[in-house]
Each structure stands twice: as C-alpha cells, then as structure tokens.
C-alpha cells in the first residue's frame, strides 16, 4: 500500500502538475504585484522630493574658531552671532528710514518668493515645463504693480494728481493690473502641453498660494508702516524676542515636546518666550518716549485713566494706550505667532527638507525668518483696522476733489445744512469772524 500511494504521487497526471505550478506561479506574480503596489503606494505615500540638500554656508572663519565644539553648542554660537548681527542691521534699516525699510520689504519678499518656487521646482522637477518660471516672475510683478499701484494712489494722492500721466495710470490703475494679470493667464493656458498637463496645473496652483502667503502679506507690512513706524517696530520686534526667548529657554532647559510638526520645539521654550515677549511688550513703550519722533500719535503716549472691576471693587489705573497695544501685539506674537513658524515646518516635512534654502547659517533661508512675521503683520493690520484707525479726513478730501464741480458744490450745500440745523455753523462763522 505504501509502495502504491509513492506510485501514485509519481504517477500523477502532469497537466495538473502544470495546472499547480501555474497556480504557484500566478500566485507568486500576484503576490509580487501586491508587494509591487504596496511599495509603489508607500513611495508615493511617503513623497520623497529629490529636492538637493543645500551645502553648509558658514563662514569659514565660524567654522574654525568653532571646530573644538559640539555640533549643538556649535550651532548655538553661529545662531548666537548671526542673530545679532541681523538685530544690528534692523536698527540700522529702522535709523535710515521708511523708504529703506520699503525697499528691504520688498527685497525680502522677492527672496521668499524664490525660495519657495525654486522648491517647487525641485519638487516636481518642472525642469521642462514651458514658461513655468518665467510666468512665476510675471504674475510676481504684476501682483506688486496692483499692491503698490493702490498704495500709491492712497497715500500720494495729491503728488500723482499733479502729473497727467501719473493721474491716468491712477484712474486706470486696476483696469491695467487686470489686463496684465489676463496676459499671464492666457500665456499660462496658451503653454499647456498635454503630457505636463496635472503637473503645470499643480505649479500654476503652487505659484498662486505662494503670491497669496508671501505677496499679499508683505504688502500689509507696508500698509502698517504707512500707519506709523511703532506699527512696523513693535510687532517685528515682539516676533524676534519670542524667537529668541523660546530658543534660549528650550536649549537650556527643554524637557518637555511641544508639537510633532517641530520636535526641538517645547513646553519651556513656548512658555519662556511667552512671558519674556509680554514683559518686552510693557517695556517696549520707554523707547518710545526716549525717541519720540517715532511716534504715530501723541495720544498713545499720554496717560488714560482706566477703570475696571476686580472682586467687586471698582479700581482705577492710569496707563499709557499704547501698552495696552503692545500687551496685545507680544500676546498674539508669542501665543498664535509659533504657529505660523509650525506651519512652515509642517510645509518642510511634507516635502523632506531642513530648511528653505541656506541663505544664513545656522539659520537657514529667509523665509525661514519671516514665517511668523507675515502672520503678525496680518494681525497687525486687522488688529489697526479694527481698534485704531478711524475716518481719515485726507482721504474723504482727496475723494471730493475727484468728484465733478456740481457733485462738490451739492455736497457742500448738503454739510452746511447739516451743520446749520445742528447749529455748529454760527458758531463757526463766528469763530472766524
């Protein structure tokens, strides 16, 4: 019996020894095909960019006087030196002026701008797409032409109506953005190639939001600026305290993790810098006083009298309105102004990169710098907006000169009703009696 089961397993009919091996077979490729799929789909899951690391950019002269240091002392003291070499040149910018401190806005912002295209760039490799870059440049200009175009017409009104050509690009001035604005999406559409087809759509995508986060942002620093200089000062400065301050306190004693997105960043630092930032806040308004030339309005630095309500008692403080600005200005820097810094580095880890670019050592790009300044300055001009600003009388005369003869004179007559019937009127024509 045993010999005829050996028989039997020899003898076996061999289409279905074959019809089993091809099972094994497909079994195998199918197998293969799913671990193929799987790879593939954790390839593509994870999205690794072939995005170049930047090379190490640090002064040869840091290197060598830091060469007997740990890499994390070495990096505290490039960090160290370099932040204050960029402090002493933000008062230098701050001594020469506005229109200096225009002009490194906008060089900044074009920096960001290139920094975060060339990594889309890298990351697509859109090294054959045509016109990509330079359709990127363009809207680049032609979102700057609208922004300082309306900015110019605001705050210059009467300069350009001096001028007829200025006047006309003032009249026009959107219709003209709107038009160049359409050139570029007609070339955009006019370069679409059917093998590139998802991939030109994901840059022209990558290109808005980019102008939309960098552009449009940067532009509010130059509305605040306009507002006055402690508008400019103040938030950048709160920005840069809590940056440091957080740094110090999580190098020196940070236990404790914050977030996944930025795992050097901790509890002790965020909380260090919060209370740093805010005392900086109620500081801040002394330099102020000592360089009153900076200051937008003299009311805020003269003394209000406050009253609020503590444990049922009615209590009375006098504070200058400016600190309580600047209590809110350091609150949002160092309680929601992290988060713009979390984002980028959530942006970072999407695409596997350190930073976004390596312009400052230590520090990487600039826009590494200003990822928490642009969200500020977004606050900053809402906060303006809301708390501060009110009708601006230069404004409204600048609209009633461009009106025509009859709207001006039927204007005129309606205000001098109104200021009769309240009776403002005779007393003011006798005050200049």
Not at 138 to 167: A, I, K, S
Not at 250 to 260: E, N, Y
Request: glycine letters at 6%.
């Amino acid at each position: 019996m045993t010999e005829l089961r050996h028989r039997g397993a020899k003898d076996t009919d061999p289409t279905l020894q074959q019809q089993s091996s091809e099972d094994k077979g497909s079994d195998s490729e199918l197998k293969g095909e799913k671990d193929g799929a799987s790879d593939s789909e954790a390839k593509v899951d994870s999205g690794v960019p072939e995005v170049p690391v930047p090379a190490d950019d640090t002064p040869v002269v840091l290197n060598k006087a830091l060469s007997g240091l740990s890499s994390r002392w070495k990096n505290w003291w490039i960090r160290g030196i370099l932040t204050l070499a960029m402090i002493s040149f933000f008062f230098l910018i701050i001594y020469l002026g506005p229109m200096v401190l225009m002009m490194i806005v906008l060089i900044v912002q074009i920096k960001c701008f290139q920094e975060i295209i060339t990594i889309g760039y890298n990351v697509y490799h859109s090294y054959h797409l045509p016109w990509f870059r330079t359709l990127s440049w363009y809207f680049l200009l032609c979102v700057n032409y609208f922004f300082y175009g309306e900015t110019v017409t605001d705050y210059f009104f009467t300069l350009v109506q001096r001028e007829e050509p200025l006047r006309i690009l003032s009249k026009y001035h959107r219709f003209i953005s709107f038009a160049l604005y359409l050139t570029g999406f007609c070339m955009f559409v006019l370069s679409l190639v059917k093998k590139h087809y998802r991939l030109q759509f994901y840059m022209f995508g990558w290109t808005h939001v980019t102008l939309l986060i960098v552009v449009t942002q940067s532009h509010l620093i130059i509305h605040n600026l306009f507002e006055g200089m402690i508008w400019f000062i103040v938030p950048i400065s709160c920005v840069i305290c809590n940056d440091i301050m957080a740094y110090m306190f999580g190098f020196f004693f940070g236990r404790t993790p914050l977030i996944k997105l930025s795992p050097k960043k901790t509890w002790e630092g965020f909380i260090g810098g919060l209370f740093s930032t805010i005392v900086f806040g109620i500081m801040v308004r002394w330099f102020f006083i000592l360089f009153p030339h900076y200051q937008e309005s003299r009311n805020n630095f003269q003394r209000h009298k406050y009253r609020f309500h503590a444990f049922l008692v009615n209590n009375t403080v006098r504070l200058y309105p400016f600190q309580i600005h600047s209590i809110a200005l350091s609150s949002f820097a160092s309680i929601v102004g992290p988060f713009g810094g979390f984002f980028a580095s959530g942006f970072k880890r999407a695409f596997k990169i350190k930073d976004f670019a390596n312009t400052i050592p230590g520090h990487g790009g600039i826009m590494d710098r200003f990822d928490c300044q642009y969200l500020m300055a977004t606050f900053v001009n809402v906060y303006i907006a809301s708390f501060i600003r009110g009708p601006n009388p230069s404004k409204v005369i600048q609209q009633l000169l461009a009106l025509r003869v009859d709207q001006q004179l039927h204007i005129f007559n309606s205000l001098k009703a109104h200021l009769t019937e309240k009776g403002l009127l005779p007393a003011l024509e006798g005050a200049a009696a």
